[in-house]
Every structure is written in C-alpha cells, then in structure tokens.
C-alpha cells in the first residue's frame, strides 16, 4: 500500500475538522502535515474524483469533504488511493514450473488463494466500519489542550471561506 493512502488518511481527517463552507488549499494541507505538495495534490484529486473531497476553485478555494464525515469511510479513500482491485492477485502459479498442477486440479482456488481473499475480506470490513468523523474524534480526545490550540491557531490563518453575496 501506498504511503498515499496515509496521506489522504490524514488529510481527509484535518478536513473533517473545518467549519461548514470552509476550504484548505493543497499547499496549506501538505504543509501541515509536512509533506510533498506535488504528490499530495495527486491524492487529492484521486479523492475529488471519488467524491471523497470537493475542489473548490478561485482565490478562496481549496479542498473541503464532498460528503458528511460520518459517510466517508476508511475504505472509501483506500479505494480511491490503490483503486477498487483485490490486493492478491493469483496468477495460479501452481500450473507453473517442472512438476504443474494439472488443470482439473486447478477448478477451485487453492488454500493460499483463499486464506489470503479471507483476510482481505476482514481487512475490508475493518476499514468500512471506521469512519473519518470516528478516526477524527477520537483524535480530539488524544490531543493535548497544547496541540489543539498550536493546530487551531496554524489552522486559522489557512482556512478559506466562500465570499457571502
């Protein structure tokens, strides 16, 4: 897996926390979490597309959830980030090699073909019971009084908010 998913992990997170109609640019993002602006941007338009996040163009623009935080789960930006494909793919290499399996020996997924579905079946589970607002709260109550304010503070100076007309 790649070190985007735990980009986008944390970025949608710092997101779930601004107020209604507010927007963070990518830099602002990648700048708080202290990491490449260029890659990250990739991952924030992978979320855009999903409809994960919504780009918000102009001068006050940015990045905002597309959807309740409640509603975005973790496999949803995993899925986003790595695409919807199975993380094993057999290549039945068992029909490989000096000694194959003979494909009537073949019919049927092999034990390491399923145990390894199993798990990422569970693993799947796991991650779409976990939503973002979960993740986000029981961050706030790991949080010292300390580093809420010092993230509040940085954060004011970056958020963005739609003109009112």
Known sequence: MSEGVEWSLHSVSLLSMLPPG????????????GVSESYLLKHLKALVAAGILASVPGPRGGYRLARDADAVTFLDVVQAIEGPEP????????QRGPAPAGPDLCRMPCAIHRTMREAEAAWMATLRQKSIATIRDELMSKLSPDQIARATGWLTGQVRTEKAH
Do not use: D, V
Not at 22 to 33: C, D, N, Q, T, V
């Open 22 to 33: 507010a927007s963070l640019p990518g830099k602002a993002i990648a700048e708080f979490h």
């Open 87 to 94: 993380t094993f793919r057999c290549t039945e290499i068992r």
